[in-house]
Nanobody, 123 residues
């Protein structure tokens, strides 16, 4: 199983930016699909974006145009650049790893999860 550790969360004002990072260990993740998910208080976990082993990204509608997912296979790392942040983006953000067919729209496809990093956006 892949061990994942997120970092980069914090508190920002609306309109600000944050860059989340996820460090993977235990396995090389170059062939895995990696994804970002979030869970706000009293809400279900939802997919934000995912990127397959070839670097092809997929985004949730709310993330399209504001968030950019990227990966560095040489560093076994995943990133999420978030811009134009809104208060409704406030949530715990998790990275996850899954097989090649995994997609952010289906969290159950992913079998390794990090502990999360908190993002808080104030108005």
């Amino acid at each position: 199983q892949v061990h994942l550790v997120e970092s980069g969360g914090g508190s920002v004002q609306a309109g600000g930016s944050l860059r989340l990072s996820c460090a993977a260990s235990g396995h090389l993740v170059s062939s895995y699909t990696l994804g970002w998910f979030r869970q706000a208080s009293e809400k279900e976990r939802e997919g934000v974006a995912s990127v397959d082993g070839d670097g092809n990204p997929s985004y949730a509608d709310f993330a399209e145009g504001r968030f950019t997912i990227s990966r560095d296979n040489a560093k076994n790392a995943l990133y999420l650049q978030m811009t134009s942040l809104r208060p409704e983006d406030t949530a715990m953000y998790y990275c996850a790893a899954g097989p090649f067919y995994a997609d952010h729209a289906a969290p159950t496809d992913f079998d390794s999860w990090g502990q999360g990093t908190q993002v808080t956006v104030s108005s």
